[in-house]
């Protein structure tokens, strides 16, 4: 069964240090990949995804994720955060045997302090 | 101008109680879904319904039942509500199945008692 993992499940850093979250997945086939985040009290927004071209995709609110397929990674960045980057981020993937759903990893909760 | 929106926002309730949960979308998505957040943050897909037929129906008790009035609309109802039913409650909708963004709604928090 497919599945997704993020490996960071809690995160501290302080204001202008640069963030990597990793996420990688079971599955050898053909993916789409997503990042999303939820704040403190609301629901999930979209990051970013990636479908197909460039590996390196950017996203919303200065992230960007690569993905790399001999690593079956889509590891989330962004150079240097700020304290309203404080949530939780979610990897998210869709593979072409999984019909319409997506698989989530379990998220990794990141604080940001001042 | 919400794009998914879903009522109530809480939702507590006794055991034993039967309970639904709404959600509209107003993207002129055709597929829509419920998926469930657990205490840990955990999200696992419980519904899909593409053109008001259900198309993902993963391992739920049947106490739970999606009902599409129409393609707008992803309604869930709980009979018999358990403690272990105590999470947020997530619709998404989405154009096209394969592969396409998901919008969120904002949750429905169900706490049972």
């Known amino acids: 069964a497919q599945s997704v993992s993020q490996h960071n499940h809690h995160v501290i850093l302080s204001e202008a240090a640069s963030l990597e979250l990793g996420c990688n997945y079971s599955?050898?086939?053909?993916?789409?990949l997503f990042w999303y985040v939820q704040y403190p009290g609301q629901h999930l927004q979209l990051l970013l995804k990636?479908?197909?071209?460039?590996?390196l995709v950017k996203g919303i609110k200065g992230f960007e994720a690569e993905f790399i397929k001999s690593k079956f990674s889509f590891n989330l960045r962004k150079p240097s955060v700020q304290w309203s980057d404080t949530a939780e981020y979610f990897c998210?993937?869709?593979?072409?045997?999984?019909?319409?759903?997506?698989?989530f990893g379990s998220g990794t909760r990141l604080l940001v302090r001042p | 101008d919400t794009a998914v929106s879903q009522t109530p926002k809480y939702l507590v309730t006794q055991m034993g109680n039967d309970k639904s949960i709404k959600c509209e979308q107003n993207?002129?998505?055709?597929?829509m879904y419920w998926y469930k957040q657990d205490s840990k943050k955990f999200l696992k897909i419980m519904f899909s319904?593409?053109?008001?037929?259900?198309?993902i129906n993963e391992t739920v008790p049947n106490r739970f039942s999606p009902k599409s009035p129409d393609k707008a609309h992803l309604n869930l109802h709980i009979n018999s509500l358990e403690l272990g039913d105590s999470a947020v409650y997530f619709c998404?909708?989405?154009?096209?199945?394969?592969?396409?963004?998901?919008?969120f709604g904002p949750g429905t928090r169900l706490t049972v008692l």
């Open positions: 993207l002129g998505h055709d597929t």
């Open positions: 998404a909708s989405s154009s096209g199945t394969s592969g396409d963004t998901q919008y």
């Open positions: 319904y593409n053109n008001k037929e259900l198309i």
């Open positions: 990636y479908f197909s071209g460039d590996p």
């Open positions: 998210a993937v869709k593979t072409m045997d999984s019909s319409y759903k997506l698989i």
């Open positions: 599955y050898g086939g053909t993916v789409n």
